[in-house]
């Protein structure tokens, strides 16, 4: 069997896979010549009744089936959480710089004094809610988004969904964060607690049982409306634009139509329309993390008492810069780690325009 013959086979679960392409890519397999072995044999040393590994699709899973949305949640899991802990130290010099700004005055002061005060492990205090949080987030605003985008986009019609696709962008995106910010509120409420107070905790284990033991079940949920100015508008930001952009680059900039461009020129697309859309997602969502981590750190406090402390033109600038940084690279990795999953998959890269509505 030459190489390019050999059946390639992906460690991604069966679920991710419609029946009808695994039973098309199995009868394409038992047809083929008698002296090639088949997909399963011990030849290849897999066990049929005892299989992980499943032949990786020759078709793309259905767009917008079940098995479709269950593999852009999968994505935003992969996307989300890793990258969310990957700049846990540059969360954690945010937070401290929002929550005491004479102690922590600057990107480089603050880091400093995490060093000296915390050592090296301090930099990732928080690591874990922030990675649990952040994955099932990741796994509602994504895959959520792709079903109200398609929903939306039915309910305008074909005509209306093509001339007001801005629009259902961003009401798709609101409604999947909505929904995303209830899975993601009680991790955010220990982790700041836990990266703004130390010792407080260590981390997750004993953070959330003494934020439990201190404000009662309920107080996981103190900061749901201050998260909710804050990721809403950040998400619409962050899908609207991306879906913008991305169809401004390939009108205006890459030269070659999107269908027929490398998949590698795809994901840098990706990648160059998520930073520009976190850039502007952080300037948008800044007043409201600046609440955030206020409210996550002060028992008991209110959102007046926040805008009196901070001060409004505070609520806007403090801790923005970094900010900035953070969110852009953050949302580039995410919009191009999403779309590699995408793409492994079979799925077509995002952005360019609605889905086609149903007529």
Not at 33 to 54: D, L, Y
Not at 245 to 253: A, C, I, P, Q, S
Not at 329 to 341: E, H, I, K, P, V
Request: charged fraction near 15%.
């Amino acid at each position: 069997m030459a190489p390019s013959d050999q059946p390639r086979y992906s460690l991604i679960p069966s679920f991710l896979y419609s029946p009808k392409t695994l039973l098309n890519n199995v009868s394409s397999h038992s047809s083929s010549s008698s002296s090639s072995p088949p997909p399963f044999s011990g030849s290849e040393g897999r066990n049929s009744n005892n299989n992980f590994m499943i032949p990786a699709p020759k078709e793309s899973i259905p767009l917008y089936s079940p098995a479709y949305y269950a593999a852009c949640s999968f994505g935003g899991v992969f996307s989300c959480g890793l990258t969310h802990m990957t700049v846990t130290p540059l969360d954690l010099v945010k937070c401290n710089m929002q929550i005491d700004p004479v102690k922590y005055k600057n990107i480089s002061s603050g880091f400093g004094v995490l060093m000296k005060e915390q050592g090296m492990r301090g930099f990732f205090r928080g690591w874990v809610p922030t990675l649990l949080g952040y994955s099932a987030q990741g796994a509602c605003k994504f895959g959520f988004y792709e079903f109200f985008k398609k929903y939306y986009s039915d309910l305008a019609g074909p005509e209306n969904a093509a001339k007001y696709k801005t629009f259902i962008f961003l009401a798709g995106s609101a409604s999947a964060e909505v929904i995303a910010d209830i899975a993601l509120c009680p991790m955010e409420a220990v982790k700041v607690r836990v990266q703004t107070q130390p010792g407080f905790a260590r981390g997750l284990s004993d953070g959330l049982p003494k934020f439990i033991k201190a404000e009662g079940a309920g107080g996981l949920y103190k900061g749901l409306v201050p998260l909710w100015g804050r990721q809403i508008p950040y998400t619409m930001m962050k899908f609207a634009s991306f879906e913008t952009v991305v169809e401004m680059l390939y009108k205006n900039v890459v030269p070659t139509p999107k269908d027929q461009c490398s998949k590698g020129l795809q994901l840098g697309v990706s990648f160059a329309a998520g930073y520009i859309a976190g850039v502007l997602c952080a300037i948008v969502s800044h007043p409201a993390d600046n609440l955030v981590s206020f409210l996550n750190n002060a028992k008991g406090a209110t959102v007046g008492d926040a805008v009196k402390k901070i001060g409004l033109v505070g609520l806007f600038t403090r801790g923005l810069p970094l900010r900035i940084v953070m969110i852009g690279t953050l949302t580039g990795a995410q919009w191009g780690l999403y779309d590699s999953f995408k793409v492994f998959v079979g799925l077509p890269t995002s952005g360019g325009g609605a889905p086609k509505a149903a007529k």
